[in-house]
């Protein structure tokens, strides 16, 4: 279920005015105006009229370059010199690290040590020799711990990926050129979905927007393993998750902004979750339909138009694809969190007699015609009269596998299905 915001009035860090001059400052820079574009396949789909912004296509295939070059770009030569030191889950390292080349600013950046090896390369390409990579704690909040100590030990600025003004300000330019894309095409924005993790986006994309599209309704989207803001704004208080998965690692945190968290208050009507096999089918969908290559946390808002389907019929939607740094070894593990999700994929341990025909009795009597093993593992115990085997199975529809199961119940062959709940499951998937 979503988290309905109830909005208190807050006295607020920035105006739409910063964001104007946000955008000022980063006009020709290697910050791009991204596209809007139209989606005819999700129009279709759901009955409205569907733009996605395109900030996969920004030079570091993230938007935030915006907020990192913003801050950056207004430090005085004393602050420039003691350099800058930052924590991130990848993509706010990104955009560090080619602010602090392009300005020449020494930037240490903290990043999981977990981070796709592809946003690892990429960090390294963009900072060269202006900064220096560590590899510290599990996850974002770890991470953003040791930086904080360095910046206490060095005295250097602290650029902070979601928890700032100015950075809030440099993101919020998105909606700025929502704004001025849609006006181009006498539009406004009935609805706005963009993804949250420390919540910097959505609470620039508001700032703008509001004051200007009174009736637009901001909706915010988080993994489902890591619902930072969706428990804060339930109770009332920002809440730290002792648990997350860090599956969609650009929008996986324990803890969300102090500023954010009240911007959320104030601005979004509500934040849904989004579980992550959902994500990888939408980050499928996208390439496949669309060409576009989005990673876990650039696929979120769309994830979410699902949800939203029966309140979005004909209104003006915008959905953020907020980033495009996927890893192609992770495929692999999309694909089949994607099949797992969608029901087409499943794990049985099958036990057979140790006896010769049982596996062409099994597949003769057992699976369906479009039912296909994509897994066996067995080994034969010569001391044993029956044995286990694991088995997986890919099905072609959902309604496949029920049938699957009552057939080997009328074989009377003996299995256990592996669920999520399984530690044997979370190892195949």
């Given at each position: 279920m979503p988290t309905t915001v109830t909005k208190p009035t807050k006295q607020v860090a920035v105006m739409p005015a910063d964001i104007t001059a946000a955008a000022r400052r980063l006009a020709g820079t290697v910050v791009k105006r991204t596209?809007?574009?139209?989606?005819?396949?999700?129009?279709?789909?759901?009955?409205?009229?569907?733009?996605?912004?395109?900030?996969?296509?920004?030079?570091?295939?993230?938007?935030?370059i915006r907020g990192a070059l913003n801050l950056m770009a207004g430090l005085t030569d004393d602050e420039r010199a003691r350099g800058a030191v930052t924590a991130s889950a990848g993509n706010h390292a990104q955009g560090v690290a080619l602010a602090a080349a392009k300005l020449q600013i020494k930037t240490v950046i903290f990043i999981p040590s977990g981070t796709p090896p592809q946003k690892v390369s990429r960090i390294r390409h963009f900072g060269g020799d202006w900064v220096e990579l560590r590899l510290v704690g599990k996850t974002f909040d770890e991470s953003l711990a040791a930086a904080l100590k360095q910046v206490a030990v060095s005295g250097a600025v602290f650029?902070?990926?979601?928890?700032?003004?100015?950075?809030?300000?440099?993101?919020?330019?998105?909606?700025?050129?929502?704004?001025?894309?849609?006006?181009?095409?006498?539009?406004?924005p009935d609805l706005v979905v963009a993804p949250i993790g420390g919540g910097g986006l959505i609470s620039g994309i508001g700032t703008y927007l509001r004051p200007l599209h009174p009736q637009l309704r901001l909706i915010g989207v988080e993994p489902a393993g890591a619902p930072a803001m969706q428990r804060s704004l339930d109770q009332g208080t920002r809440v730290t998750l002792t648990h997350i998965d860090k599956f969609v690692d650009g929008a996986a945190v324990n803890t969300v902004g102090r500023l954010t968290f009240e911007y959320a208050q104030s601005l979004v009507d509500q934040v849904y979750t989004v579980p992550e096999g959902k994500t990888c089918t939408t980050m499928i969908e996208l390439y496949q339909n669309d060409g576009i290559i989005a990673e876990p946390a650039g696929a979120l808002a769309t994830s979410a138009l699902d949800q939203l389907a029966g309140q979005i019929g004909g209104q003006t939607v915008v959905v953020v694809i907020s980033g495009g740094n996927n890893d192609v070894l992770r495929y692999p593990e999309i694909l089949e969190k994607s099949l797992a999700y969608e029901?087409?994929?499943?794990?049985?341990?099958?036990?057979?007699?140790?006896?010769?025909?049982?596996?062409?009795?099994?597949?003769?009597?057992?699976?369906?015609?479009?039912?296909?093993?994509?897994r066996f593992e067995y080994i034969k115990k010569t001391n044993k009269d029956?044995?286990?085997?694991?088995?997986?199975?890919?099905?072609?529809?959902?309604?496949?596998?029920?049938?699957?199961?009552?057939?080997?119940?009328?074989?009377?062959?003996?299995?256990?299905?592996?669920?999520q709940g399984d530690l044997l499951y979370s190892y195949l998937v």
């Open positions: 596209p809007l574009e139209y989606s005819e396949r999700l129009s279709g789909r759901y009955g409205a009229h569907i733009y996605l912004k395109r900030e996969d296509q920004q030079t570091v295939r993230s938007y935030k650029v902070h990926p979601f928890d700032d003004p100015r950075v809030i300000a440099g993101q919020g330019t998105v909606g700025l050129e929502i704004h001025e894309q849609l006006a181009k095409l006498d539009r406004v029901g087409l994929k499943h794990y049985l341990l099958v036990e057979f007699e140790q006896k010769p025909g049982q596996l062409r009795q099994f597949v003769d009597q057992a699976l369906g015609e479009s039912d296909d093993i994509t029956r044995g286990a085997a694991l088995v997986g199975i890919e099905v072609a529809i959902q309604t496949d596998y029920a049938k699957l199961l009552d057939r080997l119940d009328r074989l009377g062959v003996s299995y256990r299905r592996l669920d």
